[in-house]
């Protein structure tokens, strides 16, 4: 019996990324995590906020996070 040999792969160019690049280390990105009836904010330089009952009052803690100057 006869076989052939397998095929080479094929090679092609990689597409494009389909979700943007993650933020640089330095960028401050923060959202709101649920616990329960708890929410708290978290950020992706490791801070995290208080739990809290309330959505808005955590997500105004992401902002104050956000906002505030960075501690060198």
């Known amino acids: 019996m006869h076989e052939e040999p397998p095929a080479p792969a094929r090679t092609t160019a990689p597409h494009p990324p ?35 009952r309330s959505r808005d009052r955590a997500r105004t803690d992401a902002a104050e996070h956000v906002m505030a100057p960075q501690q060198p």
């Open 18 to 52: 389909s979700c943007p690049p993650s933020p640089p280390a330095a960028e401050h990105v923060t959202t709101t995590i649920e616990r329960g009836s708890f929410c708290l904010a978290r950020c992706t330089c490791g801070w995290s906020g208080p739990a809290r």
